[in-house]
């Protein structure tokens, strides 16, 4: 089992541009599923991190067919409550 490779929202969006330039995901659209947790992710601070190895595995077109995220990829939100 490979680390997860954790990203911010502004390097998982470089890094779906770079697996496919001609994407019409935008960072606005991409940020609305982060954050409404319609991509697995996890919350350190303020930041919301992806694992990009469920980004590739599950794909964006997961979410248009309901799929259930790979059992890897379930991620629990962590919040700091102090």
């Known amino acids: 089992m490979e680390a997860p490779r954790m990203r911010t929202i502004k390097e998982a969006m470089a890094w779906i541009m770079e697996t496919d330039p001609n994407t019409s995901i ?3 659209a991409l ?3 982060i954050v409404s947790g319609e991509i697995p992710r996890v919350v350190v601070s303020n930041k919301y991190l992806v694992n ?3 980004m590739k595995h599950d794909g964006l077109f997961a979410l248009s067919r309901n799929a259930k995220p ?3 990829c379930r991620m ?3 919040r700091n409550t102090i």
């Open 26 to 28: 935008t960072p606005h």
């Open 31 to 33: 940020r609305r599923l």
């Open 52 to 54: 990009l190895s469920c």
């Open 70 to 72: 790979h059992s890897e």
């Open 76 to 78: 629990p939100t962590v």
